[in-house]
């Protein structure tokens, strides 16, 4: 029996437009895809090739320039049409327009039973698909130098309108379990799943330890995981890997070659039909979004949940992590008259200051983007607290941040922390304060510091 860990602080924030389990959403043929850097944090890119070169599914684009062992690996075959830069030349995407007839390199089939940690780290590298591998502290992909006190997979996720990772698993089965063995070859292996998951191949999956997550949102975050489960000391590292990434390593191992289909959730209340569209990483949005928008203005497209997501539109693609696109209302054609005023029931608030709070928790909400208000002094009300569920002073935290003080930071936990676990507050956060960026700017400049 697994452990049930029950967390009481957070907030789920039900919106409109969730995708449903029984829509498959269809695909157009894209003839380019592209590799995005920044979908990869901490990793500065170097890119191996040059336009006009034609590459295999699997053969390298870049390198992290730090660490140029670890590769980034195309996801389709065919010729590499640009190399898109922007400010100071920086990488924004590697394109790759795709050949009719795909091939792939040959990695080898291996069987993870009998191999090592150093063979399941060399065959990621080879492979180009270790830099999928994340790390605490900084929150950044990791290199094949560190050395991991426990490896932390989350396959609960339960931001708004996020993808149910239960879908993403059918069929892929085996590779998952492949994934998690060969993970656990390199150090201990923590499945993280959600009290109202009961796939088999989570509930009995081998070679790991399962811990049962029982609480609102953001429980499904590997920093609040660890914090429950092995905590982060200074000097110590954890490696975190998306579920999605796990198959990846799986296929890899099953059958010699680099396959990065996924299935994503296209949800949002600006959505026609929100549902799953199976994609490879890289893929472009119009591909199978365009289609899908119930409108082409004042629509806030996400590459990701509408919490943690980025910005984006029809000319973006598939990032290595994302398992969502989103889209809601950007609220900038509202006019509300007296809208203080008015018992507003359509509108969310975690104060109840709107009389929505009687219809319950089951209620949905067609949301937009706005951030209604400006930023203001921080207010030490506890907001943070209620909805952060771990063991860590989140306001303090964040004024440390805030004025470089590096040795406070460490004292209240900057290890075990990474800006997504700041979403919920963000999202409360009374003083408009945009946590996230201000955690991610904290995380660099101690790692910089450290370095």
């Given at each position: 029996m697994a452990d049930v860990i029950k967390l009481r602080k957070g907030l789920d924030?039900?919106?409109?437009?969730?995708?449903?389990?029984?829509?498959?959403?269809?695909?157009?043929?894209?003839?380019?895809?592209?590799?995005?850097p920044d979908a990869f944090v901490g990793v500065t890119p170097k890119v191996v090739v040059k336009e006009g070169v034609h590459v295999n599914s699997g053969d390298a684009l870049f390198v992290n320039k730090a660490c140029p062992e670890v590769k980034f690996a195309s996801p389709v075959s065919g010729t590499v049409t640009a190399i898109e830069r922007g400010e100071r030349r920086k990488v924004l995407c590697v394109k790759v327009k795709a050949d009719a007839e795909q091939q792939a390199t040959d990695f080898g089939k291996k069987n993870v039973d009998v191999l090592d940690g150093e063979a399941v780290k060399n065959a990621l590298l080879e492979a180009g698909l270790f830099g999928y591998i994340n790390q605490l502290p900084y929150a950044v992909s990791t290199t094949p130098d560190t050395k991991p006190k426990a490896i932390f997979v989350s396959a609960l996720r339960d931001m708004p309108l996020?993808?149910?990772?239960?879908?993403?698993?059918?069929?892929?089965?085996?590779?998952?379990?492949?994934?998690?063995?060969?993970?656990?070859?390199?150090?201990?292996?923590?499945?993280?799943?959600?009290?109202?998951?009961?796939?088999?191949?989570?509930?009995?999956?081998?070679?790991?330890?399962?811990?049962?997550?029982?609480?609102?949102?953001?429980?499904?975050?590997?920093?609040?995981?660890?914090?429950?489960?092995?905590?982060?000391?200074?000097?110590?590292?954890?490696?975190?890997?998306?579920?999605?990434?796990?198959?990846?390593?799986?296929?890899?191992?099953?059958?010699?070659?680099?396959?990065?289909?996924?299935?994503?959730?296209?949800?949002?209340?600006?959505?026609?039909?929100?549902?799953?569209?199976?994609?490879?990483?890289?893929?472009?949005?119009?591909?199978?979004?365009?289609d899908q928008l119930k409108a082409t203005e004042h629509v806030r497209l996400i590459n990701g949940n509408p919490l943690t997501g980025v910005q984006t539109d029809m000319a973006g693609f598939v990032g290595g992590h994302t398992s969502e696109i989103t889209a809601i209302p950007e609220g900038d054609d509202k006019d509300e008259m007296l809208g203080w005023i008015l018992p507003r029931t359509s509108q969310f608030s975690t104060s109840r200051s709107y009389f929505s709070w009687l219809f319950g928790k089951k209620k949905e909400y067609d949301l937009d983007a706005r951030v209604k208000g400006g930023e203001r002094h921080m207010i030490?009300?506890?907001?943070?607290?209620?909805?952060?569920?771990?063991?860590?002073?989140?306001?303090?935290?964040?004024?440390?941040?805030?004025?470089?003080?590096?040795?406070?930071?460490?004292?209240?936990?900057?290890?075990?922390?990474?800006?997504?676990?700041?979403?919920?507050?963000?999202?409360?956060?009374?003083?408009?304060?945009?946590?996230?960026?201000?955690v991610r700017d904290g995380l660099n400049t101690l790692r910089k510091e450290n370095a």
């Open positions: 924030i039900n919106l409109k437009g969730k995708a449903s389990m029984d829509v498959t959403l269809q695909v157009k043929q894209a003839e380019e895809y592209a590799l995005v996020a993808s149910d990772f239960e879908k993403e698993l059918e069929g892929n089965e085996d590779a998952f379990q492949a994934g998690l063995t060969a993970l656990s070859k390199v150090a201990k292996v923590y499945l993280g799943v959600g009290i109202n998951q009961h796939s088999r191949a989570l509930e009995e999956a081998k070679n790991v330890e399962v811990n049962v997550f029982d609480g609102p949102c953001p429980a499904g975050n590997v920093g609040v995981q660890v914090n429950h489960i092995d905590p982060v000391n200074k000097g110590e590292v954890v490696w975190s890997v998306d579920p999605s990434a796990i198959i990846f390593f799986g296929r890899l191992f099953l059958t010699g070659k680099v396959d990065l289909r996924k299935k994503v959730a296209v949800a949002g209340s600006e959505i026609k039909t929100p549902g799953y569209a199976e994609v490879l990483v890289g893929t472009p949005l119009s591909a199978f979004v365009a030490m009300s506890g907001e943070y607290d209620k909805v952060l569920p771990m063991d860590i002073f989140g306001e303090y935290l964040i004024k440390a941040i805030i004025t470089g003080d590096i040795d406070k930071q460490e004292q209240l936990g900057i290890y075990e922390v990474s800006p997504e676990d700041f979403a919920v507050a963000e999202f409360v956060d009374s003083s408009k304060l945009e946590l996230q960026k201000i």
